[in-house]
């Protein structure tokens, strides 16, 4: 076992967790689970059947993470963020085989109280702000905030906010990356 749990975690059989991952107290792991390298998952995190994590994705506390997500490398879900997988829920409806697909792309953030409604993905290096509600898809680099989120920027992948000039260039002030945008995307120049 590659990997660490504290004594209070329940990993269930099934999963696949990668070496250099830690769990924290209280969470629960379900099966069937795969679970990358260098992984933190904090405390009292439920991560559902099924779910998909890549290497070095960071989970703070009392995140639930539902059947049909994937978080691919580098992805951050803050406190108390929850992702939905039926887009209609009824107790008194069985819809466990209509689960939604969720994808969080590569070095994604989500922040704190933040809710994904099911089959919106997350595109790369986003920043979804702190109690935002997420009803559609969110481009690449994007910025979004509020009930229901809407963009109010771009960021970069060191997670600064990017200010573009007349010729749709922007460089990062910390990695000094230079990004581009046309045609409403956002792409980091090599």
Known sequence: MGYFAH???????GCNIGEGT???HFSHIMPNCTIGERCNIGQN?????????????????NVSIY???????DVFLGPSMVFTNVMNPR?????????S???VRKGASIGANATIVCGNDIGEYAFIGAGSVVTKEVPAFALVV???ARQIGWMSEYGHRLTF?????????????TYLLSEGKVSKMV
């Open 7 to 13: 004594e209070t975690a329940v990993v269930d059989e």
């Open 22 to 24: 830690k769990i924290w």
């Open 45 to 61: 995190v439920v991560v559902s059947p099924e779910v998909i994590l890549g290497n070095n994705v960071k989970i703070q506390n």
């Open 67 to 73: 059947t049909g997500v994937i978080c691919e490398d």
């Open 91 to 99: 107790s008194a409806v069985n819809r466990r085989d209509q689960y």
């Open 101 to 103: 697909k969720t994808i």
């Open 146 to 148: 509020g009930n229901p």
């Open 165 to 177: 000039d007349s010729d749709g260039k922007a460089v990062c002030p910390e990695s000094h990356q």
